[in-house]
């Protein structure tokens, strides 16, 4: 079991009853929203260790896209958590983490998809339902051209993938609660793609599935 | 040594990037010449390249944050791209990603084509999106990378060192192709290299021909999942 320094814990000042939007996401379904530059964008995990499959992408170039090595390499750390940018494929800070009640997000362990499932659990999980087809389901409705090339690596808001020193990718106990949250900054407009983890054969969400809550707000004058 | 298998050899020069389809039946050997060689790579199905290299389904299949013999390197679609079947490292990069244009300026200074002609200073991530338009993919085609001869090391918080001098002169790492693969491949130094000079190293490529992975393939038995990947990737040429 791995311990977060509360040190690392950082809350918003921001209420939800200023918050120009609210949207709960059911568990196993996505949601693809834009976010004007200077808004403020928070996910929370109303039922706690809820895995939060979440793309970004310059609203105006979709080419130009959240990357999960240039975040990391640009830090030096793998955990995402608050004052971490999230840096795009072209090298540019398209938001910043301002705060964080969870204390580390995984950016290494991708998105469940049926062939991975197949893969990691058996051949005969094809059927089950996949964060990747729920990302291809929402792309498809936004219309907007986008297509399989644009699903990359992606962030798993609440989830907690260890690198051990000695090369070892782990996957420990969840350290999210019910109300625990993420908010960022937007640096640039951005176009948020989340696939609400609908993954049943893994014990990171207690093999329950649940909602969660996307909340923005304002920029700040 | 003479392998009469050896169906072609050639150097990769500091600094660049080189391409091809690696056949079905056939490995390539890299090999480090000088010591502390660098290799970016990219992977993609050359018969349908929106199944490419899928470098959170390669991690979390088999557990890993490192590459080396007996690991694979799978597709998003659930097949296996490339084997390791051989490796003199023992440790290769999945982490550091590539080096870009401000970077290596930032690291290195700039340095023309005018002034410096081929000794000019070249990026990885430039150089990648070049070669990738040669084979009519784009920025939306990039995907995360393996760094080959590099070691970045994470610690209790997460932290991540580059450990120099991980691969020596005349290491080497073999990957055999479970499918026809588009391999890119680019030799500018890794992003986290700690080295203030822009000193990118040569590598000695080998392709051959090998026989088909039995059933008691290293690889294939190395873990049950590898196992099903391996299914799955015999099914999509049946």
Sequence with gaps: MSVIATGTLVESKRIAADAIYRQIIPAGEPWIHEIAKGQYFRIVDLHGNQAVDTLFYNAH????????????????????????????????????????????????????????????????KRHMHACRSSFLKAIIDWDHGMSKRDITANINFFMNVPVTPEGKLTFEDGISEPGKYVEMRAETDVLVLISNCPQLNNPCNAYNPTPVEVMIWAAEP | MIDSSILWEETIQPGATWSHVLKRGTAIRLTDIEGGANVAAIFYNFECPVERFNLPDTLKAQHIARFTKGFVLYSDMGRILLSITDDSVGWHDPLGGTSNRRLVEQKYGSASYQEFRNDSHKNARDSFLIEMGKWGLDSRDLVANVNFFSRVQVDDDGRMTFIPGNSKSGDYVELRAEMNVLMILNTCQHPLDPNPEYQPKPIRIAIRQVTAPAFDDACRVSRPENGRGFTLTDRYFL
Excluded: F, P
């Excluded at chain 1, 995402?80 to 362990?109: E, F, M, Q, Y």
């Design chain 1, 61 to 124: 170039d979709y080419g130009d896209r959240y990357s999960a090595q240039d975040t990391i390499q640009y830090q030096r750390n793998i955990y995402l958590t608050t004052g971490t940018k999230l840096i795009s494929s072209s090298g540019n800070v398209l938001l910043t983490i301002v705060a964080d009640t969870c204390g580390r997000h995984d950016t290494l362990g991708g998105a469940c998809a049926n062939e991975s499932n197949m893969v990691r659990y058996a051949i005969e």
